[in-house]
Nanobody
Framework: VQLQASGGGLVQAGGSLRLSCTAS????????MSWYRQAPGTERELVAHITSGGNKNYAEAVKGRFTLSRDNAKNTVYLQMDSLKPEDTAVYYC??????????WGQGTEVTVSS
């Protein structure tokens, strides 16, 4: 599975961005998809997760502000980020995992939120 993340950028606090992650090379609908983020000097943390069946969960820090969705016809998962805060600044990575031990990672897209 190859993952291509896009949509990052520079935005003011309170603004919005939509990240996209497009997969190729396998049957997208079978994969659980996640977004993680990593700020400088911190460990990578889970932001949001959606199962192959469409069940979602979010980190407490983003609940009510971020919305995760997937379009299996387009092999793409989206992370709509609203009411962005400076503490959301990080490199965002998408990942894919199906049955088995391997987790696939995209290359990351940088999000910077200015105050």
């Amino acid at each position: 599975v190859q993952l291509q993340a896009s949509g990052g950028g520079l935005v003011q606090a309170g603004g919005s961005l939509r990240l996209s992650c497009t997969a190729s090379g396998s049957i997208f609908s079978l994969y659980d998809m996640s977004w993680y983020r990593q700020a400088p000097g911190t460990e990578r943390e889970l932001v949001a997760h959606i199962t192959s069946g469409g069940n979602k969960n979010y980190a407490e820090a983003v609940k009510g502000r971020f919305t995760l969705s997937r379009d299996n016809a387009k092999n793409t998962v989206y992370l709509q980020m609203d009411s962005l805060k400076p503490e959301d600044t990080a490199v965002y990575y998408c990942s894919a995992k199906s049955i088995g031990p391997i987790t696939y990672w995209g290359q990351g897209t940088e999000v910077t939120v200015s105050s």
